[in-house]
């Protein structure tokens, strides 16, 4: 299977050397604590962060910080001045409790550590940002109504807590996950996906997400991470909902939107890093790199892909933050799955540079995904569990068999295909859409697609790149677009769940390293207008049909199957009780003859013409035109 793109080490080391360009990853502070006791333990109810009692007058702070000398809880209820926490008996822990409070006021608060750290809480539900909240709502769109301001006597980023805190009434308790097998996911940037860049209208938008059919919606990273205009991949704050795309309540209000018309919502998250505004890798820092005492952290990364500062998955203490972070949102945002980032990343194996060592069979990876899998099903024995692994097909496929699913990477072979190359012999071959061409037994576990925010636009690919021969030319944008066309056609009909990128449907074609929209990581515009546009909205129509047949109709789930995937004609074939389907399609640039071995004579219908073939003798031969394809059944398929 292909390996992650390189655009996340090159992303890495540009929000790393800005990170850098600071005093250092610590936020320094003068006056030391005093009076701190030690050999008490917290409550026992007592959570990590802040636990309200007493009706929200009081508040416990708990902080899990070994080997730390002096702690202190500052902010708005003790005028920046630190109240000493008291240190558990093993002395990991801090704690303090506070009290008349107001529980209709919003406190902003932070913990001096050792007289001259000053962190938000890991724990916190929300920061305030000095250097970046000022830019969350513009003069032109209010993204977060009503943003506390930062406050006067502080420095650096604080969190905040707020006991009668607005609360989210779901409405949609009873929300029935799609099966694995009918999976069909919808990946999407926030940023980019509307230009308002918040929750709020892309749940004013999500019948053109329904309409199209798509059962699943993965966001891309949404918890906090440093600065705004981000794909989310430098997180620093783990519990916390980014200010830039709304509030907690918008993110509620759309999931609960998502389950309304049907949608599952999978969250991608990112646990392989975290960045040097963490307080997790300020609280424990030697100055270039988190020190070795660091309970959470590698001082060096064990991988060549790594960015930021890699978490330690052998770790109690990372075992024990990751497992609160994944309970807390599969609870408190009722997320339906993950899809994890860099999940080939949770190794101790040092591979160095090596990233075919990176990728062979790993015991001790194997086991982290086991325990975190079994945790989440211990909470949720339906949630979706999706890996970026990439890893040896033995690895994936044990995995695999403990119900998790893995992305399948197959943009290279699909660019090659629609763009009618096949150089080398073989790289337009579409063979590695179904399951067992990785030998995986289990069928529903691969997650296929052309497209991510990774890849290249396959539309863009066509434009600039397509082949041609005398009229026809895949660089037409009508002729492009048709290609594509037979590449959703191919991809939805592989049986197992399937994945495309935002506005794939109708042709996206500007490119992801485009330098006029800030190249890869940069902004780019929705272009929703081009639905305008007959053609990008036929091939909406095909992917809508496409869609919608693979989840109404047993046949696609289908493991009685056969394909032909390398070649310039291709072919699958999938047999059913209900009903036996066809797929044929033209990847060539010139005319070829097709050979279709049918299973039976007779008739069969073609469910995008509407016309039917009468099948006298196999195989049966028939031309097919640069780009043609048809998806025969005995019986015409739901849609």
Request: hydrophobic fraction near 35%; glycine fraction near 8%.
């Amino acid at each position: 299977m292909n390996l992650r793109n390189l655009y996340l080490l090159l992303a890495g080391i540009l929000l790393i050397s800005i990170t850098s360009c600071k005093k250092s990853p610590s936020n320094n502070s003068s006056g030391n604590v005093t009076g701190n006791t030690t050999g008490i333990d917290p409550p026992a109810n007592a959570n990590d962060g802040v636990t309200f009692i007493n009706s929200g007058k009081s508040v416990i702070f708990n902080l899990y910080a070994p080997k730390k000398t002096s702690v202190g809880v500052i902010g708005e209820f003790n005028s920046w001045q630190p109240t000493a926490m008291k240190n558990s008996v093993d002395g990991t822990r801090w704690w303090v409790q506070i009290d008349n409070l107001d529980p209709t006021k919003e406190y902003a608060y932070q913990y001096l550590i050792d007289g001259n750290l000053k962190v938000a809480d890991p724990y916190t539900e929300k920061v305030l940002d000095p250097n970046n909240d000022q830019y969350v709502n513009t003069p032109a769109h209010t993204v977060y109504p009503n943003l506390k301001a930062y406050p006067a006597g502080a420095s650096g980023i604080v969190s905040t807590f707020w006991a009668n805190q607005p609360v989210y009434t779901w409405l949609n308790t009873t929300f029935k996950r799609p099966d694995p097998k009918n999976l069909v996911i919808y990946e999407a940037l926030v940023r980019d996906f509307v230009a308002t860049h918040d929750y709020k209208t892309i749940k004013d938008t999500l019948s053109y997400i329904a309409n199209l059919g798509v059962n699943a919606i993965e966001l891309m990273p949404v918890s906090e991470f440093e600065g705004n205009d981000s794909w989310g991949y430098n997180p620093n704050f783990y519990f916390a909902p980014d200010k830039y795309y709304g509030t907690k309540n918008d993110l509620k209000a759309l999931i609960d939107a998502c389950h309304a018309k049907g949608i599952a919502v999978i969250q991608d998250i990112v646990l392989n890093h975290s960045f040097g505004s963490s307080p997790m890798v300020q609280m424990y820092w030697n100055g270039t790199a988190p020190s070795a005492d660091n309970p959470w952290y590698n001082t060096v990364p064990t991988h060549p892909y790594n960015v930021g500062f890699q978490f330690n998955h052998e770790s109690v203490a990372t075992k024990y933050f990751v497992k609160n972070v994944l309970k807390w949102w599969m609870q408190e945002y009722h997320i339906d799955g993950f899809r994890f980032d860099l999940a080939k990343g949770f190794t101790q194996f040092n591979s160095g540079s090596d990233v075919g060592l990176w990728g062979q069979y790993d015991a001790s990876r194997v086991a982290i995904w086991k325990d975190y899998n079994s945790f989440m099903m211990s909470i949720d024995p339906k949630f979706y569990v999706i890996l970026e692994d990439f890893a040896s097909n033995q690895e994936e496929n044990e995995l695999a068999n403990q119900g998790m699913m893995t992305w399948g990477n197959m943009s290279t072979n699909g660019e090659q295909a629609m763009m009618s190359y096949n150089d080398s012999g073989g790289s337009w071959d579409l063979t590695g859409l179904f399951y067992n061409a990785y030998s995986f037994t289990n069928p529903y576990a691969l997650v296929s697609y052309f497209e991510s925010h990774d890849e290249e636009r396959l539309q863009f690919k066509n434009g600039a790149y397509g082949n041609s021969n005398g009229s026809y030319s895949v660089k037409d944008l009508a002729t492009g677009l048709k290609r594509d066309e037979m590449g959703a056609v191919f991809m939805f009909s592989s049986p197992g769940p399937k994945m495309l990128w935002q506005f794939g449907e109708r042709g996206y074609d500007v490119s992801i390293n485009d330098a006029g929209t800030g190249g890869r990581l940069g902004d780019k515009p929705p272009h929703w207008e081009y639905m305008a546009d007959p053609n990008r909205h036929h091939l909406y129509q095909v992917y809508s049909r496409m869609i919608r047949m693979k989840t109404k109709n047993p046949v696609f789930t289908s493991t009685n199957f056969t394909y032909n995937l390398n070649g310039a004609v291709k072919y699958i074939q999938l047999l059913d009780a209900t009903n036996n389907v066809e797929v044929v399609g033209n990847f060539d640039v010139v005319a070829e003859p097709a050979s279709i071995n049918f299973p039976s004579t007779g008739s069969w219908y073609d469910n995008f013409t509407g016309t039917t073939i009468n099948v006298t003798s196999l195989p049966y031969s028939m031309p097919l035109a640069p780009g043609e394809y048809h998806v025969y059944s005995n019986t015409a398929l739901t849609y």
